[in-house]
């Protein structure tokens, strides 16, 4: 894997090959074919999984993906914007949403992770004695217990304000800490802060390490299972639009899968990931 300033790769890829990306947008390149395409998402590459996926797509298709690293939010952005050529997200309705309004084509469910709700192993609100996620968040509320939030628009913020709007809370105050950062970093600050917070289950498996005062309290709520899905640009919008197309085919076909399914297993005794067939019976 190469790491590198996307601002770079806008000036060396000008000419019509490859939009140019916003300076502070940085990620990776993967592969050396001449059949290059841009892909905006989240935890699947700072994970590693994007990276196993995009180098043997590449090797088979003669091709070259550069990373876009950000959040689900920010990624839908940039397919917008046409900046990207796909997507790989997870909030449906705004997948939907991007679908019905044109700018997107080609939803593919290719998988799903599930949300933990972790904190300190004191566990001051009584989370683990919750019902529902909802629940879990009305005695953080009403504990004044500090909480982590991204933020930033993230699918993972997304769906934590659905819960916050089902438990019928607007968090606020100075318990409600706010980082408007990536996922690993903000499993980060809670640890510092002996806060709760909302890790989906691919980042507490491969980076619990880095929060060793925090414990699993909360899970098992299906609201909080996680579908991930892929989306490209119409045809004929962006450069490397078609190759992305082949890319989705790829990770949806039975050797994309068992990359999805099976990755961290080797490490971590439990993958990272489940495949699109577990997913399509929360896909709703």
Request: proline share 4%.
């Amino acid at each position: 894997m190469r790491r590198t300033f996307l601002k770079l790769l806008g000036i060396a890829l000008t000419g019509g090959s490859m939009p140019a990306f916003a300076a502070d947008e940085t990620g990776a390149t993967y592969g050396s074919g001449k059949n290059r395409f841009s892909l905006a998402t989240g935890s699947p590459g700072e994970l590693g999984l994007l990276k196993l996926l995009a180098e043997e797509f590449a090797r088979r298709a003669d091709a070259q993906m550069v990373w876009v690293k950000a959040g689900t939010g920010q990624s839908l952005k940039l397919l917008q914007d046409k900046k990207v050529d796909m997507v790989m997200v997870h909030a449906p309705a705004q997948v939907d949403k991007a679908m019905k309004d044109g700018w997107a084509t080609g939803k593919k469910l290719i998988g799903s992770n599930e949300f933990y709700i972790v904190g300190p192993k004191s566990d001051p609100a009584a989370i683990a004695q919750a019902t529902s996620a909802a629940d879990a968040y009305q005695r953080i509320a009403k504990a004044g217990a500090r909480f982590v939030s991204r933020g930033d628009n993230s699918g993972t913020h997304q769906k934590e304000m659905q819960i916050w709007q089902k438990a019928n809370i607007q968090p606020s105050g100075a318990w409600y800490i706010v980082t408007n950062d990536f996922m690993t970093a903000s499993l980060k600050r809670s640890n510092a802060e002996g806060a709760y917070f909302m890790s989906d289950s691919s980042t507490w498996i491969m980076e619990k390490t880095v929060a060793p005062d925090l414990v699993i309290l909360y899970r098992g709520d299906k609201f909080l299972v996680n579908t991930y899905h892929a989306l490209t640009s119409p045809p004929g919008i962006t450069p490397g639009r078609d190759t992305a197309e082949k890319f989705v085919a790829f990770v949806a076909s039975p050797d994309g899968q068992k990359i999805m399914s099976t990755y961290g297993r080797d490490r971590f005794g439990e993958s990272l990931y489940n495949d699109e067939v577990y997913a399509r019976q929360y896909d709703k």
